[in-house]
């Protein structure tokens, strides 16, 4: 059940771990199902990076707001750009990362045909008609909505941008908005870590791009 969004940026006493993320991979098989499920929409502008990097991020959120449903958020963050996989894929580029892209009709249609794939995959596992019609709340408009409708939505949306500030995340996406590292590692500063809704998605946030500058050497290769 989606719990009400609550007063941003959402609060949390519990310690945030904010070591490298590749030391805290996403737990557990139960997920691998709805994986192998989507594995072809994965192929898909990186997806297969983006997704369980994305989700690794969810987990490590939902243990420190444990009023959130983790299912939830989980499958949410699995799922919610596969539907990449079924746009054409000559305009993910062209229209998804230039301009004002996160307008762009590429940008509604990933979102709606990423309904259609937890509609299509998440009965047949076994997963109850409200919780498919939650997963679809958050996944439409999880790029173009301005407002996050719940907990679950406020950390899946954290957990999409938390990718990009690992090092593969900066790798991925400066290419895609045809950046180089260090000004896309400036962008991340000013208006990725401003979106971020929770406490501790901004603690994540901070620590992980100041090691990734260190890593990329971002001060001299400018
Ligand atoms: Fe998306
Ligand atoms: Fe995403």
């Known amino acids: 059940m989606p719990q009400p969004l609550p007063p941003l940026p959402i609060a949390t006493d519990l310690p945030v771990d904010t070591s490298p993320i590749s030391l805290t991979p996403a737990s557990g ?83 709606k045909q990423g309904c259609i794939i937890a509609r299509e995959v998440l009965p047949p596992l076994g997963y109850s008609e409200q919780f498919v019609d939650d997963v679809c709340d958050i996944i439409d408009g999880h790029d173009t909505r301005r407002e996050a409708y719940s907990l679950e939505d406020a950390l899946m949306r954290d957990a999409d941008r938390l990718w990009r500030f690992d090092h593969a995340g900066i790798a991925l996406a400066a290419d895609w908005f045809g950046m180089h590292p260090a000004p896309y590692a400036d962008r991340l500063a000013e208006e990725i870590i401003p979106e971020l809704l929770s406490q501790a998605a901004i603690e994540i946030a901070t620590t992980e791009l100041a090691r990734s500058n260190a890593l990329l050497k971002t001060e001299v290769l400018r």
């Open 29 to 111: 098989v139960d997920l691998d199902p709805i994986w192998r499920s989507v594995e072809r929409e994965t192929r898909t502008r990186e997806n297969d990076i983006h997704l369980p990097i994305s989700l690794a991020y969810a987990e490590r959120l939902c243990s420190v707001y444990p009023q959130a449903d983790p299912l939830l958020v989980r499958v949410s963050v699995l799922l919610h750009d596969t539907g990449w996989g079924r746009v054409d894929e000559s305009r993910i580029i062209s229209e998804g990362f230039s301009g004002d892209w996160r307008k762009a009709a590429i940008r509604f249609e990933h979102e």
